[in-house]
């Protein structure tokens, strides 16, 4: 008898654990853990290839500008990618996808990341980890800031420069990116810009419009009616800049699939990944041709420019294309950065690196052709383009004249003419090649 009630004691004992384990709720299954750990993977692996994009930027902006400019432009280049990730996380993020709005304007707190080591019970499984699409969305806001400083670039005033960027990257372009992929009233009209040929692209190139207008043309550009040539200080490193911009989108195209949890998902990120660089060949060729034939000889900042406008282009919808459609996208950018830099020109409106042409212009058309591939109508891409345009121009033309008034953003004639690396920063990029 005592024999089995010890065995009856001892059995419950053991059945104690496995009832209180069964009133708990089950473990997460693989099949629902790991689409959360492959998005996440994509947002950390596509976030740091747009990183590196800051690498290019720079390198394209130091080998377009003068040697007297070049330590300007990659102090410009490492401030204005520090101040965005700093703005983005202050109010940025939470003002581009505040959840629940009135689709036009809500301006977001600070950004707070997941707990130190978050259970799967705990981790928003449906999506991604607050850290990896934090960190992705902010190095888009980084791109965009570094359109405007090749454009403005060496006759600008540093601080005014960066102030803007503060502005650009913590307001402008988080307001007006919550209207499309913060689900606003653009997402609800139907406009679609799956990476941003407008909503990156143009918004960049809207603001850098507005900063060369009030700022006026480097001495010298035009004069006698006719266009002074200023060659960049290093071909070489505007190269180096455009194949490490050419690699990083990849990251800012393919990552924009926004999911990497399924068979379907993997392979949609590949095609994006083909046709952003059939794009981006075919808009370097198309102006290497073109530029032989209006010049007699190709122009290498020309086929430069054409891979990057063939980029922006195919930006808008690098999916839904085949890879001819992604040919033919590409190409066209290439046409209108080879036919638009000298239009600029003639406009007077002095671009130094030709920002204006690959971002503003070539996002137009990219933005325009996700028509052709029946993810959205003609009236609804208009809509988008012109809203991004009057918002962007009109708010950055305030700032640009405000920065104007208050403080004056552009550098002594004096000053231009010895080069802001000097008047600016005082110290040269390349001091052996000015001493005796």
């Known amino acids: 008898m005592k024999l089995t009630k010890s065995l009856i004691v001892g059995a419950a004992l053991t059945a ?4 209180a384990l069964a009133q708990d709720a089950p473990a997460p299954s693989f099949d629902e853990i790991g689409p959360y750990i492959m998005t996440t993977l994509l947002f950390c692996m596509a976030g740091f290839l747009v990183f590196f994009m800051a690498a290019g930027f720079a390198m394209l902006e130091g080998g377009l500008v003068r040697s007297k ?159 002074n040539p200023m060659p960049g200080s290093n071909l070489a490193l505007a190269t180096l800049g455009t194949f490490i911009l050419w690699l990083g989108w990849f990251g800012f195209n393919g990552g924009s699939q926004l999911a990497m949890g399924t068979v379907g998902d993997v392979s949609d990120v590949s095609r994006i990944f083909a046709n952003t660089n059939m794009a981006a060949a075919a808009g370097a060729v198309t102006a290497l041709i073109l530029s032989q034939l209006l010049y007699k000889k190709p122009d290498l900042t020309m086929v430069l420019n054409g891979a990057l406008a063939g980029l922006v282009s195919i930006t808008a919808e690098p999916l839904a294309p085949s890879l001819l459609g992604a040919l033919l996208i590409g190409g066209v950018g290439g046409v209108i950065v080879v036919f638009t830099i000298p239009l600029l ?83 040269e990029a390349y001091p052996e090649f000015s001493k005796g």
């Open 16 to 19: 104690l654990p496995t009832l």
């Open 69 to 227: 400019n070049v330590t300007m432009q990659m102090t410009k280049n490492i401030a204005l990618f520090s101040i965005a990730a700093i703005m983005y996380w202050l109010v940025g993020f939470n003002t581009m996808y505040p959840g629940d709005f009135n689709g036009f304007f809500a301006l977001g707190g600070w950004t707070i990341l997941d707990d130190v080591g978050v259970s799967a019970a705990d981790a928003a499984l449906d999506y991604a980890s607050v850290g990896s699409d934090f960190f992705f969305q902010l190095v888009f806001v980084a791109a965009t800031a570094s359109i405007v400083s090749g454009a403005v670039a060496e006759r600008i005033k540093l601080w005014p420069f960066l102030i803007f960027v503060v502005v650009l990257t913590g307001f402008m372009y988080p307001i007006s990116g919550s209207w499309q992929w913060g689900g606003g009233w653009l997402s609800e009209l139907g406009f679609s810009d799956f990476a941003g040929s407008t909503v990156v692209h143009s918004v960049g190139g809207w603001a850098a419009l507005a900063g060369v207008i009030v700022l006026g043309p480097r001495l010298g550009k035009y004069k006698d009616g006719k266009t």
């Open 345 to 427: 020109d003639k406009l007077k409106i002095d671009d130094v690196v030709g920002a204006i042409p690959v971002h503003l212009f070539a996002g137009i058309w990219g933005t325009i052709a996700v028509v052709f591939s029946g993810s959205a109508t003609l009236t609804a891409q208009l809509t988008g383009i012109v809203a991004y345009g009057v918002f962007t121009f009109v708010a950055s033309l305030i700032v640009w004249f405000i920065l104007k008034a208050v403080m004056g953003i552009r550098v002594s004639e004096e000053d231009e003419i010895n080069g802001l690396d000097m008047s600016e920063m005082g110290m």
